[in-house]
């Protein structure tokens, strides 16, 4: 579920270290899927989360955060500078 914050938005994510490729997938469970190439060691896989969201939404790295969940599958994100339609308009084909 996708929440208004004072500045921006929060998500929760599921993270699928070890892809393809990175991409979103959709959503499971009222969280994103996202997909992702780096694999889970040293931080790899959430720098590529971070990296993912601020190139697909084109804001700096510096506003996206992860707020909790940085050591397992499901994390909670908060992007700022971006509105809830942004998110949504990633899972749509």
């Keep these: 579920m996708i929440v208004a914050t004072a500045d921006g938005v929060a ?10 490729r990175s991409e979103i997938g959709g959503e ?7 997909r ?11 720098d590529a989360l ?4 601020s190139t697909v939404l084109r804001v700096p790295r510096r506003a996206v955060t992860i707020v909790s969940g940085g050591h397992g599958r499901r994390k909670r994100i908060a992007i700022s500078g971006v509105t809830i339609d942004a998110v949504h308009a990633l899972t749509r084909p």
């Design 28 to 34: 499971r469970d009222g969280a994103l899927v996202v």
């Design 36 to 46: 992702i190439a780096a694999p889970p060691v040293e931080g790899a896989a959430n």
């Design 11 to 20: 998500f929760d994510v599921r993270v699928i270290p070890r892809a393809r």
């Design 50 to 53: 971070i990296e993912l969201f």
